[in-house]
C-alpha cells in the first residue's frame, strides 16, 4: 500500500506501508547506495511511522561502513567494543543477546546513561528460510490507544524495578509502565518482559520487580494484559529478515525483542545505536 510521501526527491522511491505500522522503501535499482537517500526524510519517516525498512540497497560490507552511515543519523551510542555490535550466536554465550532464545520485550538503554533515539540494524545474513528469529517491534501507543480504561488504569499504577548484569554494565533502572515519549509527550510503554516465557534455558535472567499494585493478583494480570496487548497482531510487526535489509527503529516509541532461532542458523546482525538531539538522559537509572 503506497504512502503519500515525496520528501525523497525520486519519483521512483515509493514509500510503503507495512502491517500493521512502519514503512518501506525498496531500492529501483538493485545494489543502490544508500548515501544517495538523504536522510532528513528519512528520519521523519521514522518518527512518524515508527519503523523504517531500507530494502535491496548495497550493503555495508564493514561495521565501519555502517557506523559511518549511523552517523548521518546522529551521534552513535560508543560502547567499550565500538559502535556496532555483533548480533551472532555464540558457541558459550555469557547473555541472551548472543544466544538463540526468545528475547522477550524490552527497550534498548534500559540500563545505560543515555537512551538512544534510533535503533539501526543491518543483516548481514539471514538465517534463512524455516529458522525464524524475526526481529519483533510493537507500537506501544497503538497498545494503549486500544485498551479498555481498567486495564490502562492497571498499567498506569504499576512501576518496574529492573536490574541486569552483563559483560558491558551491572545497572538498575526504575520506570513506570505508562509514561510520556520524552519529545512529543505521546503516552508510551516501558515495560520489560518477565523472562519466563523463553524457557529455563534462557542466559543470564534479568532481576524484576514491580511496585504500585494490591496484591499477586493483579501483578498476574498486569503481565498477562500486558503479554495479550504487546503481542496482538493489531500492535506487533515482526520482520523477517532478508540478507542486506536494513531497519530502523524508534526506541523511543516501540518495545522490541526476537522470536527464537534454530541453533547455527546463520542468523547475523548488525546493530547501531543513535542518540537523539540533544542526548536523552536515562530518567530511571539508578546505578
Known amino acids: 500500500m503506497p504512502v503519500d510521501h515525496d520528501l525523497l526527491g525520486d519519483p521512483r522511491l515509493a514509500v510503503t506501508a507495512l502491517e500493521p ?3 518501506a522503501v525498496h531500492a529501483p535499482d538493485p545494489g543502490r547506495p544508500l548515501a544517495e537517500l538523504p536522510v532528513p526524510p528519512l528520519r521523519d519517516l521514522v518518527r512518524e511511522h515508527r519503523l523504517l525498512l531500507l530494502r535491496g540497497f548495497a550493503a555495508f560490507a564493514e561495521p565501519a561502513g555502517l557506523s559511518a552511515y549511523a552517523e548521518r ?4 551510542a560508543r560502547w567499550p567494543f565500538g559502535t556496532v555490535l555483533e548480533l551472532v550466536q555464540q558457541e558459550d554465550p555469557a547473555d541472551h543477546i548472543f544466544d538463540h532464545s526468545h528475547m522477550p520485550m524490552h527497550w534498548d538503554g534500559m540500563y545505560r546513561e543515555h537512551i538512544p533515539e534510533f535503533q539501526i540494524f543491518q543483516c548481514v545474513h ?15 501507543p497503538a497498545v494503549l490507544a486500544d485498551a ?4 490502562r488504569r492497571l498499567w498506569s499504577r504499576a512501576t518496574g524495578t529492573y536490574h541486569r548484569e552483563m559483560e558491558y554494565y551491572n545497572s538498575t533502572t526504575v520506570s513506570p509502565v505508562v509514561t510520556a ?10 515495560y520489560h518482559e518477565p523472562t519466563a516465557e523463553a524457557g529455563e534455558d534462557f542466559v543470564n535472567h534479568p532481576d524484576l520487580e514491580f511496585s504500585g499494585l494490591a496484591d499477586e493478583a493483579e ?5 498477562r494484559s500486558l503479554r495479550s496487548a504487546l503481542y496482538d497482531p493489531a500492535h506487533l510487526y515482526a520482520h523477517v529478515w532478508r540478507t542486506g535489509d536494513l531497519v530502523v527503529a524508534d526506541n523511543y516509541t516501540l518495545l522490541h525483542g526476537r522470536n527464537a532461532f534454530t541453533s547455527g542458523a546463520p542468523r547475523h546482525l548488525r546493530r547501531v545505536q543513535v542518540l537523539g538531539n540533544p542526548p536523552l538522559a536515562n530518567p530511571g537509572l539508578v546505578r
Open 126 to 140: 539471514a538465517p534463512g528460510a524455516d529458522h525464524a528469529g524475526e526481529t519483533t517491534f510493537c507500537d506501544t
Open 21 to 23: 505500522f512502519g514503512v
Open 73 to 76: 543519523w546522529g551521534e552513535p
Open 148 to 151: 479498555d480504561p481498567a486495564t
Open 181 to 190: 515519549h520524552p519529545v512529543n509527550g505521546t503516552p508510551v510503554i516501558r
Open 219 to 223: 501483578l498476574a494480570e498486569l503481565h
